[in-house]
């Protein structure tokens, strides 16, 4: 389904969003639990040194460049890839990931230090109930769940910034290796709702 296809329950009108085409994953219970990723290599959460591969639309599949990323959004959907063996971490839907471009100028200092060449990385599991974070609004300049409307600014550590989530998305930091945004150290904080749903 696509993400602009998702029910937004009213909150914003329809012309405020940028409709992105971009896949949405399905929420499922219990979201927040631990996985057990011992015998599954690609359910692993995103390691230092991976890349970044499109989950969808023209690019579905290849790795992700700096240079393809539009500045200022708006966001594109991914998993981490281990560049060792080409597997993509599509195995846990908490490995979600949404990465956008800014002027490195426009991002707060803090989001500056885990950026490369402005290009920031967040989960991409809403915090709120562990929806997508799947489209953007293009009047506001956030990332945008369309399950229940939280917003977050990425350009500032995705603190939120409208609709139910309590807490930002957590950051990757990331680093450059040839024009290709790369994963620098781990999640910043806790993936998904902060409570199971059962």
Request: proline letters at 9%.
């Amino acid at each position: 389904m696509a993400g602009n296809d998702l029910p937004c329950a009213g909150l914003l009108r329809r012309d405020m969003l940028i409709g992105l085409g971009l896949a949405a994953a399905p929420v499922i219970a219990g979201a927040a639990r631990a996985e057990d990723n011992s015998e599954n290599p690609a359910a692993l959460p995103p390691q230092p040194g991976d890349r970044f591969a499109y989950l969808a639309g023209a690019h579905k599949g290849q790795i992700v460049k700096v240079s393809d990323l539009a500045v200022g959004g708006p966001q594109v959907q991914a998993y981490p890839v281990d560049p060792a063996t080409g597997l993509v971490r599509d195995g846990s839907r908490l490995n979600l990931i949404v990465l956008a471009r800014f002027d490195p100028a426009a991002i707060a200092a803090g989001t500056r230090e885990r950026a490369a060449d402005g290009v920031v990385a967040y989960s991409g599991v809403c915090t709120h109930q562990g929806c997508p974070v799947n489209m953007w609004s293009s009047d506001q300049g956030v990332l945008f769940c369309s399950c229940h409307g939280s917003m977050f600014d990425p350009k500032d550590a995705a603190q939120v910034v409208g609709g139910p989530a309590p807490r930002p998305l957590p950051s990757l930091a990331l680093k450059l290796d040839g024009g290709m945004p790369v994963v620098a150290e781990s999640f910043s904080g806790h993936v998904g709702p902060t409570q199971s749903h059962t």
